[in-house]
């Protein structure tokens, strides 16, 4: 018992919490951007946008393998510049985890910024705000339910990742190997008992964490209904 | 001084319009889908016309040939929307303080008291939204855009959300607060005419994207230029004129058959129609001889409480009168005629 490695723990949620705060930094402006147009590129957009929920995390490994490399253009570009490895180190879990969780932020965030009455937007308009003042004082707080749902779900989503994360990350034990792929381990390498232990641990801190998140959107969501 | 002169095509809808106003009240009256909120929102730049100009005391808003398009938060115009708009996660002080943009806090919080005062909400300042009657949402609403001095206020619809039996208080409380603290154009949206009246110096007659009659209440009121415009302001009583016979000392026309003599002396054109209002039909002893007059067979009554619609057939024409629901049985009572004061008739064309 006393020699449970908890280091996946702490990566997994150090990678969930770093890729739902790159979500909710990228996320948002598209899905502010998303519901403004409604043009043929934004619709582009979307569909691509919606792709990592269909398809199969593996293959989005995949792509995300061909695309940041050390042999594509883009991996050696940053190895280069930045001096920044993506593959096998817990950068391609972040964004292995961004990958798969942003999709439901920008969903979830498109329809609660659409659900808000433009009339509240001409209200503020007349009343001489800004575009980007209009966002914060009036879009945000009334869309903050669903903004907060997305955030939730991205955060449950990069938390729980295993396809895309090992294809890209591996699992190299204290580097890259996050509590999914830690579990798939013991229970690979006939450790029941670390396998159940894990699972526990697990199933604690997402009900927590999520408990948490819940709070915080309840909080946030001044409205009076 | 408002001019507005701009056309705007939408969904197959045209909307070309052409007027200038005073300060004062001015009422846009017409039926729905008329374009008087399109009129409203072009004005405040919610909405880009295809063509034309706004200005507003020699300051253009918009001008398509000159490529100007001043942005809505730059027109410091005042907008009450139909259902107010009121932002449902801000505290009635938080509302009214949104238009403020400079100043120092305390000023600020001094600013809303004082327009809190104005409008009869002290007390309320960390109510929300929903918490408030209609006729409170209103004031706030009221008070959030009086706040930020606008150089025009823009009143959309702003009796339509609310119940009947407060709507004639609310009417008489907003034209109280305009009119003690307000002093520029004020532009009126409305499908009533009733309200129109009660409110407005002047009112601007729309149908179908366009202006059909603009002037002072009264004249437009008693005197509408065309079938269309009667409609719109409430005339009931409409009637096609079979011919016309002026002479020096009288003018008369007959409507199938009936004789009906008329003060005015219809002007260059031939009119086509004749018209009178409901309210201005009289019931008259038999005995009296009078021309104008005629025996009549009661049609249809509605009553009200006050009022009562009456609607009466002499030869083949109906004639729609309103009288004092107290004088109902009297005009049961078969003595009477039906009289159609000279004075109240007009003509007008189809």
């Not at chain 1, 997994?12 to 951007?33: C, E, W």
């Not at chain 2, 002396?265 to 002893?285: C, D, M, N, R, V």
Request: positive net charge; proline residues 4%; contains cysteine.
């Amino acid at each position: 018992m006393a020699d449970i490695n908890l280091f996946p723990l702490f990566l997994s949620l150090r990678v969930a919490a770093t890729a739902t705060l790159l979500a909710i930094l990228i996320g948002i402006p598209i899905a502010y951007y998303l519901n403004k147009s409604n043009g043929k590129l934004a619709d582009f957009f979307d569909t691509l946008l919606t792709l990592p929920i269909v398809l199969p995390p593996t293959v989005l490994g995949y792509y995300l393998l061909v695309l940041l490399g050390r042999q594509s253009t883009l991996g050696r570009f940053l190895e280069d510049t930045f001096n920044l490895t993506i593959v096998f180190t817990p950068t391609g879990a972040i964004i292995a985890a961004l990958v798969v969780s942003i999709p439901f932020l920008i969903k979830s965030a498109r329809s609660a910024f659409a659900n808000v009455d433009p009339t509240f937007l001409k209200a503020a308009r007349v009343l001489g705000r800004s575009e980007m003042n209009i966002f914060f004082s009036i879009i945000l707080p009334l869309a903050w339910r669903g903004v907060a749902a997305g955030i939730t779900l991205a955060f449950a989503r990069a938390l729980g990742d295993f396809g895309t994360t090992l294809m890209v990350a591996g699992s190299i034990p204290n580097e890259t190997m996050t509590m999914p792929i830690a579990i798939y381990d013991a229970l690979l390498a006939g450790n029941r008992d670390l396998a159940n232990i894990l699972v526990v641990i697990m199933t604690t801190v997402s009900i927590g964490v999520l408990y948490i998140l819940n709070r915080l959107e309840k909080k946030g969501s001044r409205e009076r209904k | 001084m408002l001019k507005v002169s701009i056309t705007k095509t939408f969904n197959h809808f045209n909307l070309d319009t052409d007027f200038s106003i005073a300060n004062g009240i001015t009422g846009i009256i017409g039926p729905s889908g008329c374009g008087k909120s399109v009129t409203l929102q072009c004005i405040a730049g919610l909405k880009t016309p295809d063509l034309g100009e706004i200005v507003l005391d020699q300051q253009p808003f918009f001008h398509a040939n000159k490529r100007i398009n001043v942005k809505t938060k730059d027109r410091n115009v005042g907008y009450v929307f139909q259902h107010y708009a009121l932002f449902p996660h801000l505290t009635v002080h938080q509302n009214i303080a949104y238009g403020l943009k400079y100043g120092k806090k305390s000023e600020k919080k001094e600013k809303v008291a004082r327009m809190l005062k104005k409008v009869q909400l002290i007390g309320y300042e960390n109510h929300y939204p929903n918490q408030l009657s209609g006729g409170q949402q209103q004031r706030v609403a009221l008070a959030r855009t009086l706040i930020t001095e606008p150089a025009l206020l823009l009143l959309d619809e702003p009796f339509s959300a609310l119940d009947h039996h407060v709507k004639h208080l609310l009417e008489q409380e907003l034209l109280t607060i305009i009119k003690q603290h307000y002093s520029g154009v004020v532009l009126l949206v409305t499908h009533d005419m009733e309200e129109a009246y009660r409110l407005c110096d002047h009112v601007l007659i729309y149908d179908k994207g366009r202006i059909v009659q603009a002037g002072e209440k009264k004249e437009v009121f008693n005197k509408p230029v065309n079938v269309t415009a009667a409609t719109i302001i409430g005339c009931k009583n409409l009637y096609p004129i079979d011919s016309l016979n002026i002479t020096e000392d009288e003018t008369t026309c007959i409507i199938k058959g009936i004789q009906l003599n008329v003060l005015e002396k219809p002007l260059k054109k031939q009119p086509s129609y004749i018209g009178i209002h409901a309210g201005t039909i009289q019931f008259i002893e038999k005995t009296v001889q009078v021309e104008n007059s005629f025996d009549f067979k009661i049609v249809d009554i509605v009553t009200g409480i006050h009022q009562t619609s009456i609607t009466v057939q002499v030869n083949a024409i109906f004639i729609k009168a309103t009288i004092p629901s107290s004088q109902i049985d009297l005009i049961k009572s078969e003595n009477l005629s039906v009289y159609l004061p000279p004075e109240q008739l007009f003509f007008l064309n189809k």
